[in-house]
């Protein structure tokens, strides 16, 4: 069984900073590409940002040079630093990981339950 539990969410003003996190627990041997996603009202779920097992990162076009996404393997933790925030970045913000389980195998596709980020005065 696995669990990604993300926290860091709220109301911000627009310009202003937000530091997402995402903990991923249970059975887990290791994780490969972990990611953020988004899915602001009455739009598809789209990719944030994606980190790799060793750190190799891409971004939506969007949210470059404000956004930061890291993660510490040790803790199977990921983050996501957000600045300069604006209200088109308003949604719900979900984890996504590519998992390998001591006891079911690869599990590719893991989401956690999202944490609402709401930009505005």
């Known amino acids: 069984q696995v669990q990604l539990v993300e926290s860091g969410g709220g109301l911000v003003q627009p310009g202003g900073s937000l530091r997402l996190s995402c903990v991923a627990s249970?059975?887990?041997?290791?994780?490969?590409?972990m990611g953020w996603y988004r899915q602001a009202p009455g739009k598809q779920r789209e990719l944030v940002a994606r980190?790799?097992?060793?750190?190799?990162?891409n971004y939506a076009d969007s949210v470059k040079g404000r956004f930061t996404i890291s993660r510490d393997n040790a803790k199977n933790t990921m983050y996501l630093q957000m600045n300069s925030l604006k209200p088109e970045d308003t949604a719900v913000y979900y984890c996504?990981?590519?998992?390998?389980?001591?006891?079911?195998?690869?599990?590719?596709?893991?989401w956690g339950q999202g944490t609402l980020v709401t930009v505005s005065s």
């Open positions: 996504n990981a590519d998992l390998i389980m001591r006891l079911y195998g690869h599990y590719p596709d893991a």
């Open positions: 249970g059975s887990i041997l290791s994780i490969n590409t």
């Open positions: 980190i790799t097992s060793g750190g190799s990162t």
